[in-house]
């Protein structure tokens, strides 16, 4: 088991770039494929991207791709999504998840066995 906790959202002007950070206290964080996922006001949540254990993987959505970054740093238990050219369109709650299993599941919410409360992303413009 592991508990994920997000930071680093907040208020941003477009353009503008910033980081969140998913952290667990569990050393079996190692363990997990982790990704990002994001629901925007009446929206359903979409999948942002993922990383394998080792970080010998990512995966990006197409509107993520050239704009985030996922990283992990295991010493540290977190992984990081580096947020660039931010858009309006980018205003969500972004979560972090662990464990789908296997990696083909990466992008199926359902397919996750833990998740953090989100971290608000607001970007004016």
């Known amino acids: 088991q592991v508990h994920l906790v997000e930071s680093g959202g907040g208020l941003v002007q477009a353009g503008d770039s910033t980081r969140l950070s998913c952290t667990a206290s569990e050393p079996t964080f190692s363990w997990y494929i982790i990704s990002w996922f994001r629901q925007a006001p009446g929206k359903d949540r979409e999948f942002v991207a993922g990383?394998?254990?080792?970080?010998?993987?990512?995966d990006y959505a197409d509107f993520a791709k050239g704009r985030f970054t996922i990283s992990r740093d295991n010493a540290k238990n977190t992984v990081y999504l580096q947020l660039n050219s931010l858009n309006v369109e980018d205003t969500a709650v972004y979560y972090c998840a662990a464990d789908p299993d296997e990696w083909s599941n990466r992008a199926l919410q359902e397919r996750y066995h833990y998740w953090g409360q989100g971290t608000q992303v607001t970007v004016s413009s």
């Open positions: 990383i394998t254990q080792r970080s010998q993987k990512s």
